[in-house]
């Protein structure tokens, strides 16, 4: 009950309000004052500001479990989404307290947070490589000869030792990008997960194959994904199911329900895009390895050239003059019903959170708004959650609105509040919960955004972080950066800066 003279900072007037964890769907005011939501009702509130939000879907702000795109204008472009927290958890950071101070002192339109960069953590031990954001040091390093290679148990023990001190000093799990370097030891992916086990916080893996050949398949990569999970009982999380699954989906799911069937705590994510971004130096692009992925060179869109890569040698002279440049890579045919049914099956495994694996700017100057014509990315990192909605719920009537907003939010939060306490009170619209709030139009909501050109979602009118609009009327607030970090539980805040 809320008392008739309660007085709120700011009311959110009629929307249909979706609450994923209570099951709410209903018409109701949400007041907020002090950051966080005061009260949701279905009788009138008083607030110092009203807005009228009738005829619109209130719902959590969505939570992004997988961003490289953490730079102020990259975040602009999420929350343009629907997006109030953007995590980079695959790649992660190091050092993570470094990220977390210069973020802070920038400001950032969402909240933010790190694991701690297993990937990075080598190429820093194993090639002295220099310190800096988490994708320019991942590309930059591409090339560096020792980051990819076995190691002795010496090595093992230090890149263990820098991640264990990561996540002291806040990491929310440990990020492995282990399909980056797949020669590297099975022996060291599960020291890394008894790692994760002891310390109580997740992991987030890029599985070692991508590929339906044998050996090295895509469910072999994901078995031992399980078998890590089941060997130590460390909390793993696969990242991008559908792109890394190909067309492998229906094992791969079926084994990780049996897994989680026997009390593994195995999560998984997906994007709901046929297509994927990286660099062209990857592993797994290596021109012999190409048919492995059911891909030809033409399939490789670079983005620094803006041409589709026209055969094995053209792919293996870029790959050698700039192993960190970012490409767009077809990984299956959406016009082809088979492909896009594929796909779907991906995103409709149960218990699927929606993450976008949002990748940087190319060609983008600093944080000069708004995005230039010629500057390019993933339509992930700009319509993820767009999509989401206007193609599975609208479009296809495959997953039911409460059913994507629970995707998109408190599962997400659920999956991270044992390792990260300030996502127990993400994800939901209750009284006490922050106030990270989505208003969206549903018959509206659609991404615009494509290869060639970087077109923010429509159909969102506004967005709060901590009841601050940083969309309102479906335009971004420049002069707004309340976005706060997401720490990690063993975070010591007596020795942070």
């Avoid at 190319?362 to 708004?370: E, L, N, R, V």
């Avoid at 939060?413 to 009170?425: G, H, S, V």
């Amino acid at each position: 009950m809320v008392s008739g003279e309660q007085r709120f900072e700011l009311v959110l007037a009629g929307a249909r309000v979706i609450d994923p964890e209570t099951g709410l769907d209903e018409i109701r005011d949400v007041g907020i004052s002090g950051g966080r939501i005061a009260a949701v009702s279905a009788s009138r509130l008083t607030g110092d500001a009203v807005v009228d939000v009738s005829d619109r879907v209130l719902a959590p702000g969505f939570i992004d479990m997988h961003s490289h795109a953490q730079t102020i204008t990259g975040l602009r472009l999420q929350a343009l989404d629907g997006v109030t927290t953007a995590l980079e958890l695959e790649a992660g950071a190091l050092p993570v307290r470094t990220a977390y101070a210069e973020a802070t002192a920038e400001g950032r339109p969402i909240n933010f947070g790190y694991s701690a960069g297993w990937a990075l953590a080598r190429m820093r031990l194993l090639d002295d490589a220099a310190l800096g954001t988490s994708f320019d040091m991942f590309s930059k390093n591409q090339g560096a000869p020792n980051w990819r290679r076995p190691v002795g148990a010496r090595d093992v023990a230090r890149v263990l030792d820098l991640l264990e001190e990561q996540i002291h000093d806040g990491a929310l799990g440990i990020g492995v990008l282990v399909g980056y370097a797949p020669d590297s030891g099975r022996d060291e992916y599960f020291a890394v997960a008894s790692l994760a086990a002891r310390l109580g916080v997740p992991t987030f893996t890029h599985t070692r194959f991508i590929s339906t050949e044998e050996p090295g398949t895509s469910l072999e990569g994901a078995l031992e994904v399980i078998s890590a999970a089941a060997g130590t009982g460390a909390h793993m999380h696969m990242c991008h199911l559908n792109s890394t699954s190909n067309r492998m989906i229906d094992d791969i799911a079926g084994a990780v329900d049996r897994a989680r069937g026997y009390g593994l705590q195995v999560t998984t994510e997906a994007y709901p895009y046929g297509s994927a971004s990286t660099v062209i130096g990857a592993a797994f692009l290596a021109p012999e390895l190409l048919h492995r992925l059911g891909m030809v060179p033409k399939n490789i869109l670079c983005l620094a050239t803006g041409e589709r890569v026209a055969d094995a040698a053209r792919l293996a002279e870029l790959r050698e003059a700039d192993p960190g440049a970012l490409i767009l890579f077809d990984w299956l045919d959406e016009t082809d019903p088979a492909d896009l049914a594929t796909l779907q099956r991906s995103l409709l495994f149960a218990d699927t959170a929606i993450a976008s694996d949002a990748v940087p700017l190319a060609g983008q100057d600093g944080d000069a708004w708004p995005v230039a014509d010629d500057v390019l990315t993933h339509p992930r990192s700009v319509g993820c959650y767009a999509r989401t909605f206007g193609w599975l719920v609208r479009e296809l009537g495959v997953l039911s609105l409460a059913e994507a907003v629970r995707r998109c939010t408190l599962l997400p939060a659920q999956i991270l509040e044992t390792a990260a306490p300030a996502m127990k009170r993400k994800g939901r619209i209750q009284v006490g919960a922050d106030a990270d709030i989505v208003v969206f139009d549903p018959g509206a909501i659609a991404s615009g955004a494509t290869a060639t050109r970087v077109r923010p979602s429509t159909g969102i009118d506004h967005v709060l972080v901590g009841g601050t609009f940083v969309v309102r009327d479906e335009q971004i607030q420049l002069d707004r950066l309340p976005g706060e970090p997401i720490f990690g539980r063993h975070r010591n805040r007596m020795e942070q800066p």
